[in-house]
């Protein structure tokens, strides 16, 4: 078992950033790829960043691709999204998850759930 705690949601401004942190404990972490997901009201979850257990490879929803920067640190346990240039459309309920398939794009994908932090983006 994988327990997942995202931390760092919040209200912020068109154009503004904020950091996401997902806290992992349970089996080894490093074990697992990490990924980063959205849900908006009404709207299905969708796949926003993953990254390789060492860090190596990384991926991106063309929506954020050159705005947002996943990242882990493995000695720690977490992983991170930073988020830039923030839009209204990024608005949504952030997850982390965690999962073993390479290259997992989709939630099916992924074993391990966190409870979300809610990301509001105001214009």
């Known amino acids: 078992q994988v327990q997942l705690v995202e931390s760092g949601g919040g209200l912020v401004q068109a154009g503004g950033s904020l950091r996401l942190s997902c806290a992992a404990s349970g089996r080894a972490f490093s074990n697992y790829i990490m990924g980063w997901f959205r849900q908006a009201p009404g709207k299905e979850r969708e796949f926003v960043a993953r990254i390789s257990q060492r860090g190596v490879s990384t991926d991106y929803a063309d929506s954020v691709k050159g705005r947002f920067a996943i990242s882990r640190d493995n000695a720690k346990s977490t992983v991170y999204l930073q988020m830039n240039s923030l839009k209204s459309e990024d608005t949504a309920v952030y997850y982390c998850?965690?999962?073993?398939?390479?290259?997992?794009?989709?939630?099916?994908?992924?074993?391990?759930w966190g409870q979300g932090t809610q990301v509001t983006v105001s214009s």
């Open positions: 998850a965690a999962g073993r398939a390479a290259f997992a794009v989709r939630p099916g994908q992924y074993d391990y």
